[in-house]
């Protein structure tokens, strides 16, 4: 147990670091912006270096750990993220800041591809469920914080210090990983993927999420459907080119799996409602009833708060209780939070707020530990690797759809935006609340089989 709560840290630091730079850097775009002299528009390069990184690298790193092991992989991404944290504290012009983010979102991809498997071979078999409450549980906790974290680092410090507090952070979790991560086994044979592939995923991860980002903000629609077309046209090869490959790096032999798309499928629906409500909130409480920043804050830590007490909960119920039925009635528990916030009367009192954020985010928090579970114990042992990539593809997937949708919604509607989002957000927990419980009459998978 010791060795296994210093590996349980190690994972948590490094992914909990990066998640919370996939968005921290957004409450000090002003003002990092007016200090490297450039234009609003510009700044957002800062963002979306990091998110393109992220997005194109995962699936890369996820194979490789098969081919190399997963903690290598993981040891490698954080030192990297460490040192390109350091970079971006120190980058004294707009390019160096960019490229810095491009580097630290290259290590980020690099952890959060395999930690999901690093938590299979860190708790035993009867116990993964307990593993992915810790993980669901920093993911979760750090995306809904990343705000708040940011604004309290700026209220005591430059805009620097949101990178510079990586570095002791980062130190100590890659002690804990040389000290503690365990070592997995890697087939003698295990084929290294292919430049080619790399270059491929990359393109269409990059289009696709170039598309999106700019027809949300208003680009104009012929050159956004443009993207689009080049999006299916590279695609179609890249999906033919994997379907034929003995060792694909898009994993077409585990999305074969039933339990194990059904997952993919869930977690996505599950990540869009919750960074389009994340999203939408603070605006939705700002201008719709009247609350200040501060208020707003504090009113939304009761998201956060909530999942550090039920996905740990969640992950002890996963060998008590069938996956599907707990992660089913999460995404119905969250749903109805949703509805419930987007249904809030004319003039609210704060506890009318907090009761309906905190059914949200138990729902969420009682949904992911089983999800997560059922999806990394579908696959093989050997192909833990490109499970993890899976996950982290669709909660990335998930989240930049979100976030596109919030800017679509305030385009279109900018009167009624938050409301309308808050509805589409419950509209997608809900979706993902009946294919949850579709799953119920597929065969488990041997690790979660209940105990008798």
């Known amino acids: 147990m010791p060795r296994r709560l210093g590996a349980i840290l190690a994972v948590a630091f490094g992914v909990g670091l990066s998640v919370l730079d996939s968005a921290v850097a957004n409450v000090a ?81 690099a952890v959060t591809s395999v930690n999901t498997t690093l938590i299979r071979f860190i708790y035993p078999r009867a116990q993964l469920g307990r593993g992915m409450g810790v993980n ?72 696709l999420m170039a598309s999106v980002e700019g027809f949300s903000h208003g680009l104009d629609r012929r050159l956004a459907m443009l993207g689009m077309a080049a999006v299916l046209v590279v695609g179609f090869f890249f999906v033919r080119r994997q379907s034929r490959a003995a060792h694909p790096l898009l994993p077409f032999d585990l999305l074969r799996i039933p339990v194990f798309s059904v997952s993919l499928l869930t977690s996505v629906c599950s990540y869009l409602a919750q960074m389009l409500s994340m999203v939408a909130l603070p605006f939705y409480l700002l201008h719709a009833f009247g609350f200040d920043q501060t208020t707003v804050g504090l009113l939304l830590t009761a998201w956060p708060a909530v999942i550090m007490i039920v996905a740990p909960a969640a992950g002890v119920l996963v060998g008590r209780f069938h996956p599907g039925t707990l992660a089913g009635t999460g995404l119905a528990a969250m749903t109805a939070g949703l509805a419930a916030l987007a249904l809030l009367p004319a003039q609210p009192d704060k506890w009318d707020i907090v009761w309906r954020l905190v059914l949200g985010g138990a729902g969420f928090a009682l949904f992911q530990s089983p999800n997560n579970s059922m999806l990394i114990a579908s696959a093989p042992a050997e192909r833990s690797g490109s499970a993890s990539g899976m996950l982290a593809t669709a909660r990335l997937i998930g989240q930049t759809s ?16 938050t409301r309308m989002a808050l509805w589409c957000a419950a509209l997608a927990s809900a979706v993902g609340c009946a294919v949850s419980f579709a799953r119920l009459p597929l065969p488990l998978p041997e690790a979660l089989v209940r105990r008798k």
């Open 136 to 207: 669901a549980t920093v993911v979760a906790v750090s995306s809904v914080a990343s705000p708040a974290v940011a604004a309290g680092l700026l209220s005591v410090g430059p805009w620097p210090w949101l990178f510079a507090v990586n570095l002791p952070i980062g130190a100590i979790a890659l002690w804990l990983c040389v000290r503690f991560l365990p070592r997995n086994p890697v087939p003698a044979a295990a084929p290294r993927p292919r430049w080619s592939d790399m270059a491929l995923n990359a393109l269409v991860f990059g289009l």
């Open 402 to 417: 979100g976030a596109a949708l919030m800017a679509l919604f305030f385009h279109l509607v900018p009167t009624h935006a």
């Open 29 to 109: 775009l002003p003002a990092i912006g007016a200090q490297l002299g450039v234009s609003s528009a510009d700044s957002i390069w800062i963002v979306n270096a990091y998110q393109l990184a992220v997005v194109v690298a995962i699936l890369p790193f996820s194979a490789l750990g098969e081919t190399v092991g997963y903690r290598r992989v993981y040891l490698w991404g954080l030192a990297l993220f460490t040192f390109a944290s350091a970079c971006c504290a120190f980058a004294g012009s707009f390019a160096a800041l960019v490229a810095a983010r491009v580097l630290q979102g290259f290590g980020a991809a």
